[in-house]
């Protein structure tokens, strides 16, 4: 990877000792790197060691004449092309959710255009706390990324989510969000999350779908750099950080959405979880046991949905068209008949039987089959990770003009 600027924002938890190990690995990677302490990081880090590490001068103090002279907060949060919060107390955390700016690393992570990295680290139980997590869900819908914390045995002698994540792992989120913006000028249409299918006016015929994975695509377009359009079907996400969401319920109002933004769209990723099935007709009124004999069955007749995958194929022009095959077995064969049934330029499939894996989780084992013939298994990943890579494979499509 090309050689970026990094800026390290350290605050007052005792995982800052770490920070020196961090820098190291960071410039490993070919990066230059800068450090800015809170006042209270210097309790449990010295400058002098990082100032060794980095080959760069410390700044800790927003007002220091000479610390200015040199280069002001401003400068420092123009400079940088990614911030990296590690540790990131509940405290930091709070005042950046609130946009104060009451020392040099708030005042420069308020300043600051590039994208910002955040390791948190504290006790289980600040970590918990509904303020910790409100503040957590404001930043994140800000488009800022976390990585961590993990869960063991915390400094302060409790057990659980607290602690600070390796400088390795840290170090290679850093890298995720310095991918550089290949999407840039392309429109991207995600479809996530299942449909649910009207009975009456309270029921629904539905599946386990969450939407993770096709929300964790649409947010690895825009950080590429895409204009994004994400239709989303029954799920409890937040919307990521720059992305354009549509909701619909079942699979004709999937299906008028994808229509509408078809036509813009150059690359198009369906990973919702449409529901093959609809009841022949939907009731308006909630049905009532009471217009049923006494324990009478009841026969729900059902009739077959549109492909929607299958119909964008079929008008597929220069676009790059992405299926998703969920199989509970022979995985492989059924993919590769629902690639040559549909007609798209690639299908990532994923077995759902598997338990750590796939429908609810954060994780997914995915395969990626080719027209070719060619079937990649990628080992089990962040459902991240795995929209990452496909955004590799489609950026490569792309280039070589095969889609
Ligand atoms: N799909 C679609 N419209 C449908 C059904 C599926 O667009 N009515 C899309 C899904 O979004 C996914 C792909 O087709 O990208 C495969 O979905 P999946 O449920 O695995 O397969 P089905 O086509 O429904 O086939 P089967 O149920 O027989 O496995």
Redesign the pocket.
Known sequence: MESRRILLAISGGIAAYKAPELVRTLRRAGHEVRCAMTPEAARFVSSLALQAVSGETVRSDLFDAGEEGEIDHIGLADWADLIVVAPCTANLLAKMAHGLADDLVTAVLLATKAPVLVAPAMNVNMWSHPATQTNLEILRGRGIRFVGPDSGELACGWEGLGRMSDPGVIAEAAAIELVPETLAGQVVLV?AGGTAEPIDAVRSVTNRSSGKMGFAIASEAARRGADVVLIAGVTSLETPHGVRRVDVQS?LEMRDAVFAEFEAASIVV?????A?FRPIEASDRKIKKEQLDEGASMTLELVQ?????QEICSRKENRTIV?????SHDVVA?AQR?LAR?GCDLIVANDISRADAGFEVDENAVLFVWPSGEVEELPLLPKTGVAAQLFDRIGKLRDSGDS
Do not use: H, Q
Not at 270 to 274: G, N, Q, S
Not at 323 to 327: D, K, R, S, T, V
């Open positions: 479809t699979a369906k990973a919702a979880a449409v093959d949905n549109p492909d929607i995958l299926g998703f095959a969920a199989e059924a629902k549909k």
